[in-house]
């Protein structure tokens, strides 16, 4: 299946570069270009794309505003914003995450690392850059705009969904998990998927938010 993408970014030049690593993996293909977070909302209604490289800093709506709109969006609810961005700033990473972006990676990334996480995204897991550690997460998450959560927000999880959802928090992939749990990736997922459902995340990113802001996880 090929993965639809929408460009977000004020730069010409910076849209064309994407446009060309994208559209030369067979499997991702760019579906549109907004040089504004507000020309994106738009395309993303017309074009249906499936995953968004949105830049923070763009004339009039901002990107961090765009991918607000776009997760509060019923209408929009399956599509994946990747933050794309030269502002690799802790202030930032927290600010993406807290408006629903599923990634966030700095422009100077490879373009194999590049194309690799459309695809992270686009499947529903959550993709962070190197600079953006668990601490600096961990941090900023508990600071910042909506505050901490109920840890009753928590009771619907069993134990191992809590203990899964606690190690994907620590930026853990399920092959990792399923290794120090002693079971299969395909459980992990399963635990993850079901713990997404009962806390009602839209994918594994807003897991993190959930698990820093119940206290689940402490940086």
Known sequence: MTIRV?????????????????????????????ADGLEALHLL??????????DIRMPGL???????????????????????????????VAQALHAGASGF?????????????IRTVAQGDALLSPKATRALIGRFLA????????PERLD???QREREVVALAAHGMSNDEIALKL???PLTVKTHVNRAMTKLQARDRAQLVVVAYQTGLVRS
């Open 156 to 158: 619907p999880l069993t």
């Open 143 to 150: 600071q910042r705009t909506t505050g901490p959560i109920a």
């Open 182 to 184: 002693f079971v299969s």
């Open 105 to 117: 990676l700095g422009k100077g990334v490879d373009p194999a690392e590049l194309q690799a996480a």
């Open 62 to 92: 901002d990107g961090l505003e765009a991918t607000r709109r776009i997760t509060a969006d019923e209408g929009l609810a399956g599509v994946k914003v990747l933050v794309v961005t030269t502002f690799e700033i802790d202030e930032y």
């Open 6 to 34: 929408l460009l977000a970014d004020d730069q010409a030049l910076i849209r064309a570069g994407f446009r060309v690593l994208v559209d030369s993996e067979p499997d991702l293909e760019v579906v549109g270009e907004a």
């Open 45 to 54: 209604r017309t074009t249906r794309a499936d995953v968004v490289l949105m």
